[in-house]
């Protein structure tokens, strides 16, 4: 992203990653990292998208995406891991409007997020760029946390074979 990119994307989010609630996000784990930081990776890589296809709604969409994940995990207890996964998109929503004004769009995009997961099927262009972002970010996580999770225990194997008394 280049720095005048950076600006023009901080200010469309300014205002949600200086809220207080949502900085929350920062002591929740998610994919190996924090929830804030997935967050705002699936809300540049969609501006980023936005911006290069020329989307109308790019603030909009952004917006939205930034705030596809606004939840806790302490507000999903008792859950099991595929309700979690079914039912976070309409605690994020719930969560979001608690702050901020959506529109439909918007709205469709936090709760069909987690589409084929649940039955949300999204309803709309910007609803689809945004879950199909959501689970490339989140594949890429995933892979780059467990592979530095592999090279670090291959180490800690090599450094317990190195230090093995012969
Ligand atoms: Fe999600
Ligand atoms: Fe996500």
Not at 98 to 126: A, G, R, T, W
Not at 134 to 159: A, H, N, P, Q, W
Request: glycine share 2%; hydrophobic share 35%.
């Amino acid at each position: 992203m280049s720095s005048k990119t950076k600006e023009e994307f901080y200010s469309v989010v300014k205002d949600i990653t200086n809220n207080k609630e949502f900085n929350k996000l920062n002591k929740e784990l998610h994919h190996g990292i924090t929830r804030y930081d997935h967050s705002l990776r699936v809300a540049r890589w969609t501006y980023q998208f936005c911006e290069l296809f020329n989307i109308k709604s790019i603030n909009n969409t952004t917006r939205a995406a930034l705030l596809h994940d606004f939840y806790i995990d302490n507000e999903l207890l008792g859950e099991n891991k595929f309700e979690k996964l079914s039912d976070h998109p309409n605690l994020a929503l719930e969560n979001s409007l608690k702050y901020y004004k959506l529109d439909n769009v918007q709205q469709d995009i936090i709760k069909s997020h987690m589409f084929p997961c649940n039955l949300n099927v999204p309803k709309y262009k910007e609803s689809w760029i945004v879950s199909t972002i959501d689970k490339v970010v989140g594949t890429y996580e995933m892979l780059r946390f467990k592979t530095s999770l592999y090279i670090g225990i291959y180490c800690l194997f090599l450094f317990e074979i190195i230090r093995l008394p012969r």
